[in-house]
């Protein structure tokens, strides 16, 4: 019950984020925030049983996803009282309520394991990291949206009049790529101290994949303090990194769970 009134908490406030989208102006905080923070005390309660059964960890691919969702709408809320981020719930709350949908309608399989506090921690930093690469993404997406309109001239348009000022996205995203670089630097040095066999036949793509797109966040953030890049080339860079970072963790459980069938 309770995950599906995390589904209409995110459903109102995607509602009234994207009404001041197609009204262009920006709703006030708290009726963007309430409905979404509801949801999320709805959605960590449906959490804290789903992936905790028994004292072990349930992380099968609809849970990571569950877990993921989670974190990028908290991290949105919290920060979003400092921030101008609350016109991006236009475009996360919406898709937070069809992977809800998704998460309740798909049959779990997956055996719950114990892990060793250290895996844990892994697992943890890993998704948080997914996480806030997630919103840089969705920052470097738009922001890729308003280039293109700067430089056909077309300012007037109604997503670039919602979003905050170019040079305000540009910050936001270099913003949230080094907190989420950091993020996913300390998950693979866990991963490398904490997980057992980490380049074995099931686990090897996924931790190159992984290196990856570490690499593409790495080469961008140094273009970026030392070189001067930024516009669509950091947007680029941006997506082929998120791009990377996804098929290592979602498109290896998903090749796992649905297709070799290795739960647990």
Do not use: C
């Amino acid at each position: 019950m309770l995950i599906w009134l995390a589904v209409f908490g995110y459903i109102v406030s995607g509602a009234i984020a994207l009404r001041g989208l197609y009204r262009v102006e920006l709703p006030a905080r708290a009726w963007v925030f309430w409905p979404a923070a509801l949801a999320v005390l709805a959605h960590v309660s449906t959490l804290a049983s789903e992936v905790i059964v028994l004292g072990a960890l349930q992380i099968s691919l609809t849970n990571a996803a569950s877990v993921i969702t989670f974190f990028i709408v908290t991290v949105l809320l919290i920060s979003g009282w400092s921030k101008p981020l609350h016109s991006f719930f236009a475009f996360v709350l919406p898709a937070a309520a069809l992977i809800m949908v998704v998460v309740a309608l798909t049959p779990q399989e997956y055996a719950p394991r114990l892990y060793q506090p250290g895996v844990v921690l892994h697992v943890f930093l890993s998704m948080l990291a997914y996480s806030v690469i997630t919103i840089a993404t969705l920052i470097a997406l738009l922001l890729g949206v308003q280039n293109r309109q700067l430089h056909e001239h077309h300012l007037s348009g109604r997503l670039n009049r919602f979003l905050p000022p170019l040079q305000t996205m540009e910050r936001l995203l270099f913003e949230w790529l080094m907190i989420g670089f950091i993020l996913l630097t300390a998950a693979m040095i866990s991963g490398g101290l904490f997980v057992d066999n980490l380049l074995t036949q099931d686990l090897v793509h996924k931790t190159v994949l992984t290196f990856v797109a570490w690499l593409f966040f790495a080469v961008l953030l140094f273009g970026h303090f030392y070189l001067g890049w930024r516009g669509a080339l950091a947007s680029r860079l941006t997506v082929f990194g998120f791009i990377f970072l996804m098929l290592a963790f979602f498109g290896s459980k998903f090749v796992l769970e649905y297709l070799l069938h290795r739960y647990g």
